[in-house]
C-alpha cells in the first residue's frame, strides 16, 4: 500500500501542517481525526489497515489530515477565539488540502470527506457549508452542535453564541437554510450518517436526520448497536460506509 507523509508551512494558519496519504488512485477522502487526535491516528488505531483492500485496489485514496482542535474547540481561550481558529482550520482545508488533493488525484472529479466523532463534525459541516467541492460526506459518532453536552462530551462553546458559532453548526443552521441554490448542491451530495443507538448524541444525529429528510435532502441514518464510539467500531464501520 502505498504510504507518503506531507508537510508545508499553512499560510492559513501560520503554523506547519501534517498528514499522510494511503493509496495510488480512486475516490479521494478526505479523513478528518477525531477530537484532539493527529493526522496518524486513524493508522495506528489499525482503521486504515481495515480498508486496505479498498486502498491496494485503487477504490479510494485516503488524505488523513491534521487538527488544530486543541488550538480551537479544545483550547483555553474564549469561545469568540475558538470558533475563529476554526474558520482559519476551515481556509486551511478549502485553499491548501483541497489543491493538494486535486493535484494528486486529478482523475477524479469527486472528493469524499469523512471522519469519526469530531472528525465527523469536521466532515459534515464543511461538506454543507461548501458542497460543490464535495461528492460525499460520513459522519461517524458524531455530534452537530458543539455546544450540546452529554457524559464526557461537555459543552465546547461555553454557552456562549454569535452569528460564527452559528454558522458552523449543522443542527442550528441547516432547519433554517433556505438558499435554493446551496440546497440543490447540497442534494448532490451523497450523505451518511452512522451512530450507535446508545451514543451521547444519537438524538442529535435523529434530529440532523429529520432535518434533512423535511429539506428533502437524500441521506441515509445507520444506527449500530451499542455506543459505538470507539475505535473497534470504527474499524468495521470504515470498512462499509468508506
Known sequence: MNREYRKWFSPALQRDMELLVFGHAGMPVLFFPTRTARFYDYENWRIIEAIRHKIEAGFIQVFCVDS???????ASIPPADKIKRHLQYEQYILLEVLPFIRRANPHHNGIATAGCSLGGYHALNIALRHPSHFSKVTGMSARYDLSLS???FPD???GYFDENIYYNMPSMYMPNLTDPALLLQIRKLTIELVVG???PFYENNLHLS?????????HRLYVWEEEAHRPRYWRRMVQWYL
Open 68 to 74: 488544530v482542535d486543541t488550538e480551537s474547540f479544545y
Open 197 to 199: 443507538k446508545e451514543d
Open 150 to 152: 452529554a457524559h464526557n
Open 156 to 158: 465546547l462553546l461555553n
Open 210 to 218: 429529520q432535518t434533512l429528510t423535511t429539506k428533502n435532502i437524500p
